[in-house]
């Protein structure tokens, strides 16, 4: 009798428990393809960097990986996208700078950036460019504050849009430099640097890969890197903070995840991102884009998160920049 009684309560169990919700796990993770989303167009820096990543994790994995390109409102539809996601490690998001940028200067968002997306692995950083008209009097970082000096108000500071980080880059250089530059959002890339090709503005900080096809072609002058290092992809060109001590800017990508996603999900995709990054082919693809590998803890990119939100946020208040 025991043991027909004791045979029907483990049959009742198992018949209630598929009514149980099921907590996510990294023992059979992933069982299907995971989605990484990425809050800018394709064809960019962020976008490729994605698509690198994802491709290095398929094989391992044992699922695939695919990128989902959301961009609009500063980033910020893709980071509502991950953030509204279920916790289970397969809505993934390629944080980027921007992300922090616009945490700051977006007052009303439909989430919390620091609340609601966690550190999963700090991917790469790459260098911005200082970069000026070839017929520019100013030769380098040093002339070109002399100039700007002499000249308050009267240059033309390009960035591609309010609050982004060639904006903040810009803003960080005044405030270190001690110059009056204008600042003149566009709307695009391409039609800032139409611009500073012409002479209608006169500087940009601009990422060193959008920029270098037209340094390389005479179209723009190379006056300083924002790294504290010189970059590869420019080797020639020293860094501003040879002239300006201090003065750093990367524009760095990671991997976020929702709230809530189980550690140790979260532990397995930076294990797999960090042994991917000891592979030389995705090395010398990023390498190629003017990218340095960082990799690390999820600690380390939390860390990373917390310190650029505090180096931007002291710009972003001191320059009164608001969403545009």
Do not use: C
Not at 69 to 75: E, L
Not at 119 to 140: R, S, W, Y
Not at 269 to 288: I, Q, Y
Not at 298 to 317: N, S, Y
Request: proline content about 6%; aromatic content about 6%.
């Amino acid at each position: 009798m025991f043991a027909r009684r004791e045979f029907l309560h483990l049959a009742a169990g198992a018949a209630m428990a598929p009514a149980l919700p099921r907590v996510a796990s990294a023992l059979d993770y992933p069982t299907r393809q995971v989605r990484v989303v990425v809050g800018f167009a394709a064809g960019g820096t962020p976008d490729i960097t994605a698509r690198l990543i994802a491709e290095a994790l398929t094989n391992p994995i044992g699922q695939s990986f695919f990128v989902e390109d959301k961009p609009g409102a500063g980033t910020n539809l893709g980071t509502e996208a991950v953030a509204t996601a279920a916790p289970d490690g397969y809505t993934l998001l390629h944080v980027t700078t921007v992300n922090v940028l616009s945490a700051l200067i977006h007052e009303k968002l439909n989430f919390d950036f620091a609340r609601d997306i966690v550190p999963v692995v700090n991917l790469v950083h790459g260098a911005f460019v200082m970069v000026v008209n070839p017929e520019f009097p100013a030769k380098t970082v040093a002339e070109f504050i002399a100039y700007a000096k002499a000249n308050p108000g009267k240059i033309n500071m390009a960035s591609t849009g309010s609050g982004n980080l060639t904006h903040v880059a810009g803003e960080l250089f005044k405030m270190m430099a001690g110059v009056d530059l204008v600042h003149v959002p566009y709307g695009t890339e391409g039609a800032a640097q139409t611009d500073l090709m012409s002479g209608r503005a006169h500087v940009m900080f601009d990422p060193v890969l959008s920029s270098i096809a037209q340094i390389k072609a005479g179209k723009l002058k190379a006056l300083g890197v924002t790294t504290l290092k010189r970059a590869d992809i420019l080797p020639d060109t020293p860094p501003i903070a040879d002239t300006v001590a201090g003065y750093e800017v990367t524009g760095w990508q990671g991997m976020g995840a929702p709230r809530n996603t189980p550690a140790d999900i979260i532990a397995k995709l930076n294990t797999a991102v960090n042994a991917a990054f000891g592979e030389a082919k995705l090395r010398a693809r990023l390498a190629d884009l003017g990218q340095d590998i960082d990799g690390g803890t999820p600690a380390d990119f939390a860390k990373l998160i917390a310190a650029e939100t505090e180096k931007w946020g002291r710009v972003v208040r001191a320059a009164n920049i608001k969403a545009g």
